[in-house]
């Protein structure tokens, strides 16, 4: 089978090297895919929101089934427009329809869900610039710290943590009314703040059954010690440790199966991974957040973990027939390392030539923001450049793999965090 996997992350290297193990692959496309990617398969000079373009080229390669990494292409629609086109309608687009991609392309809609269908969340309200007084006063009722949510997609990076009532007041101001967010902060959610630990948790999903895969806890912000602004992520670890039987039974019967049948009930079709961005308060999970697609960095350290086929799963899930299906996981410990651009997540100087990659054999290197120059060397062209992904026994032997081979790449400006993990030992 021909696969054309959208996007151009880490995520979609991680998805790309899966990919290349099955033996039902034939060939892979990567639409845009970066210098990783490109070893992998061929790079195609398609942005992910090209849906024209992405069509032709379904034609051109034979394609048999596309693959969604990130989330804007599912937010505009790519499953509905494969489903509006009688010559596209039969190829599998892994990945939700739009209505049901709305899960993380609305704060506000994800919320509404959850509390139609009991699931457990921070109490909260949305507000616009006509509402913002409303907003100002609502705070009132909250203890700081005060979460602030760009209703829309912002990258990551639309979430705001006040920690007094007037820093949070003028921050409302700033999103609302001086569009912060540009569009993605046209309505803005205000949480109350619940105090643990984050983890990531992702399904599959046919719309009926789905399979659980490993769970894993990435660290969004740019210092260490939680420090700085949020960033897409710098670096992520799977699996959790407290993540134990007792916690995922909770996880499952209070938010995923609630989940999976609020959606049924609501007649919305859902095919393709569902993330939970859920929080252990005091041993009880609550959502943050749901996202429509695998995270980033949490798929370069989870698919590491996936011992099953990733096409046969796909297969499933466009089939309907997942419930048949058994995910086999490596009990290992997997730590994933992100360098990144100085200045990221602010502004970044590109172009910078990347040395090393080339000595390092017991680690993986996934390329997240790379590109090749006209002599083919690989140079940085994101914030976020390459994630060194490592397997371990432990999550020690794991990050010490990983951080050992971090150190023997090299790029102008290159830096990370150097604390990924220890807050799990």
Same mark, same amino acid.
């Given at each position: 089978m021909n696969i054309l996997l959208l996007g151009s992350g880490g995520r979609e290297h991680a998805l790309a090297w899966k990919?290349?193990?099955? =033996?039902?692959?034939?060939?892979?496309?990567?639409? #845009? @895919?970066?210098? @990783?990617?490109? /070893? #992998? @398969?061929?790079?195609?000079?398609?942005?992910?929101?090209d849906f024209t373009g992405i069509r032709a080229a379904v034609f051109q390669h034979n394609i048999g089934m596309v693959v969604v990494g990130p989330e804007d292409p599912l937010v505009h629609g790519i499953h509905d427009f494969f489903l509006s086109d009688p010559d596209l309608q039969k190829i599998p687009v892994i990945g939700p329809a739009r209505q049901a991609a709305m899960l993380e392309g609305s704060k506000d809609f994800a919320k509404r869900f959850m509390v139609r269908h009991g699931i457990p969340t921070a109490r909260y309200r949305t507000f616009t610039a006509e509402t913002l007084l409303e907003g100002i006063d609502f705070l009132n009722t909250l203890s700081p710290p005060y979460v602030l949510k760009a209703d829309g997609l912002a990258?990551?990076?639309? %979430? %705001?943590?006040?920690?007094?009532?007037?820093?949070?007041?003028? &921050? #409302?101001?700033?999103?609302?009314?001086?569009?912060?967010? @540009?569009?993605?902060?046209? $309505?803005?959610?205000? &949480?109350?703040?619940? =105090? !643990?630990?984050?983890?990531?948790?992702?399904? #599959?999903?046919?719309?009926? $059954?789905?399979?659980?895969?490993?769970?894993?806890?990435?660290?969004?912000? *740019? !210092?260490?010690?939680?420090?700085?602004?949020?960033t897409g992520g710098m670096g992520s670890v799977s699996p959790v440790p407290f993540a134990g039987r007792e916690f995922m039974e909770k996880v499952e019967q209070r938010i995923i199966l609630p989940t999976i049948r609020g959606l049924k009930q609501e007649e919305i079709d859902y095919r393709g991974f569902i993330f939970f961005g859920l929080i252990n308060v005091a041993g009880d999970p609550f959502v943050i957040e749901y996202n429509c697609r695998l995270g980033d960095p949490e798929t370069e350290a989870v698919l590491p973990r996936l011992k099953s086929d990733l096409? &046969?799963?796909? /297969?499933?899930?466009?089939?309907?027939?997942?419930? /048949?299906?058994? +995910? &086999?996981?490596?009990? /290992?410990?997997?730590?994933?390392?992100?360098? %990144? $651009?100085?200045?990221?997540?602010?502004?970044?100087?590109?172009?910078?030539k990347i040395t090393g990659i080339g000595t390092i054999s017991d680690s993986i290197v996934f390329h997240a923001g790379t590109a090749c120059d006209p002599e083919g060397n690989?140079?940085?062209?994101?914030?976020? +450049?390459? *994630?060194?992904? $490592?397997?371990g026994t432990t999550l020690r032997e794991a990050l010490e793999r990983s951080y050992q081979n971090a150190a023997m790449i090299a790029f102008e400006g290159k830096n990370l965090r150097e604390d990924i993990g220890f807050d799990l030992e």
């Open positions: 990919l290349s193990q099955s =033996k039902h692959l034939t060939r892979l496309f990567i639409a #845009l @895919g970066n210098a @990783g990617t490109g /070893q #992998l @398969g061929t790079n195609l000079p398609i942005p992910a929101t990258a990551g990076k639309g %979430v %705001v943590i006040c920690y007094d009532y007037a820093e949070a007041a003028r &921050e #409302l101001h700033t999103m609302l009314k001086d569009r912060k967010f @540009g569009a993605a902060s046209a $309505s803005v959610v205000i &949480e109350e703040f619940l =105090k !643990g630990i984050e983890l990531s948790v992702f399904v #599959l999903t046919d719309g009926n $059954s789905y399979v659980l895969l490993p769970e894993a806890k990435d660290y969004k912000k *740019a !210092g260490a010690g939680d420090t700085g602004p949020n096409i &046969e799963l796909f /297969q499933a899930t466009a089939a309907g027939t997942l419930e /048949q299906f058994t +995910v &086999e996981t490596d009990p /290992q410990c997997c730590a994933s390392v992100m360098l %990144v $651009s100085k200045g990221y997540p602010g502004s970044y100087d590109k172009g910078k690989v140079i940085t062209s994101g914030g976020r +450049v390459l *994630a060194v992904t $490592s397997m």
